[in-house]
């Protein structure tokens, strides 16, 4: 596995949650990142993603509550989420791809994906 997610977990509304992206070696440093969402039923959507060189770019949905942050040195990207509603039920993907200049929202830029970990935020 190229890129492992962690840190999904049952948390109730107002709670918080870091979830981990971890690769080995430094094949991702020079790559953006992203997290993606998957509700039961609905398509896979954009949460935020940041550039190599730490440009950030957040969904609306996320904004002010979500931050997404990377350490390289330790071949790991977080996604720290407060306030956490239960629309915020998914299955959270980590991914990357080439490094650019620009944040992609589009599922279609990334080339790699982490195996997904399940966030439910109960009501």
């Known amino acids: 596995v190229q890129l492992q997610a962690s840190g999904g977990g049952l948390v109730q509304a107002g709670g918080s949650l870091r979830l981990s992206c971890a690769w080995s070696g430094r094949t991702y440093n020079s790559a953006d990142m992203g997290w993606f969402r998957q509700a039961q039923g609905n398509e896979r959507e954009f949460v935020a993603a940041i550039t190599r060189i730490g440009l950030q770019a957040y969904s609306d949905s996320v904004r002010g509550r979500f931050t997404i942050s990377r350490d390289n040195a330790k071949n790991t990207m977080f996604l720290q989420m407060n306030s956490l509603k239960p629309e915020d039920t998914a299955v959270y993907y980590c991914?990357?791809?080439?490094?650019?200049?620009?944040?992609?929202?589009?599922?279609?830029?990334?080339?790699?994906w982490g195996q997904g970990t399940l966030v439910t935020v109960s009501s």
């Open positions: 991914a990357a791809r080439r490094g650019q200049h620009y944040n992609s929202r589009l599922s279609a830029d990334y080339g790699t």
